[in-house]
């Protein structure tokens, strides 16, 4: 019942559905070959899955601010970091992603989609169904690239500026096994958040060219099945 575990917890429960939202059905594509899908299904896939992915982005800094006031804060940690706040953070972060993905899921709904209608990856992501519309999609694309980098960017500043403090707070701690000590109640989130901004850099950043598609469908592998894998084992270790 303390803040780390219950916001463990939460990105547990938040992977088991992001993975069952897209396995099964890549299953079903890879082995039974059934490589249909509707149109109310795959939004409907979308947008279970842009708002867990965002939601653990937000997650991962909530998780950050926790590290950082356990090591820099320590004797005030149990102060600050109090039971109604870490239930507020953490619903937050919930609501306000799956909030903002339901705006560009319902843009995506309106567009008129036409052609081979064959989506070129294995599960529904945004920039393969948007090349499948017949409609101008500048205002879908503008609004989702401002939503998706406000729920990526921000908490990795967030992320970013903790562990900046934390490096520095370890750094002055005299001792070596107290800097150890130090360092190993945040290794597993860092290493976890290393592993999961990392692919959804090398997946939304690289070039759009044709030759990137299969490093973007690799990249996408990595972050929606391989990461949440990992993270049970990552967090364990310790």
């Not at 102060?79 to 972060?93: D, K, P, Q, V, Y």
């Not at 064959?118 to 205002?139: G, R």
Request: proline content about 5%; glycine content about 4%; some cysteine.
């Amino acid at each position: 019942h303390s803040p780390m575990y219950f916001l463990l917890v939460n990105l547990s429960f938040l992977e088991i559905w992001y993975t069952s939202n897209i396995v099964p059905k890549m299953l079903l594509i890879i082995i039974a070959e059934q490589k249909t899908i509707s149109v109310a299904g795959c939004l409907a896939q979308f947008y279970f899955f842009g708002s867990l992915a965002a939601t653990e982005c937000l997650l991962l800094a909530v998780m950050s601010y926790d590290r950082y006031l356990a090591i820099c804060q320590p004797l005030r940690y149990p102060m600050l970091m109090t039971g109604h706040l870490c239930i507020g953070l953490a619903a937050s972060s919930w609501l306000c992603c799956f909030l903002l993905t339901a705006i560009t899921t319902a843009l995506l709904s309106r567009l008129t989609f036409c052609g081979p209608n064959e989506i070129d990856h294995f599960f529904c992501d945004f920039t393969p169904l948007v090349h499948l519309s017949c409609l101008d999609t500048s205002l879908t694309e503008t609004i989702s690239y401002a939503t998706s980098s406000a729920v990526t960017l921000i908490p990795f500043i967030l992320i970013t500026a903790s562990y900046s403090c934390i490096l520095t707070a370890i750094l002055r701690i005299p001792s070596g096994t107290g800097r150890q000590k130090a360092f190993s109640t945040c290794s597993s989130h860092l290493t976890v958040v290393t592993v999961f901004y990392g692919t959804l850099i090398a997946t939304y950043l690289v070039p759009s060219a044709n030759s990137s598609r299969l490093l973007r469908k690799g990249s996408s592998l990595l972050y929606t099945i391989l990461t949440p894998m990992f993270n049970p084992l990552i967090y364990t270790l310790r």
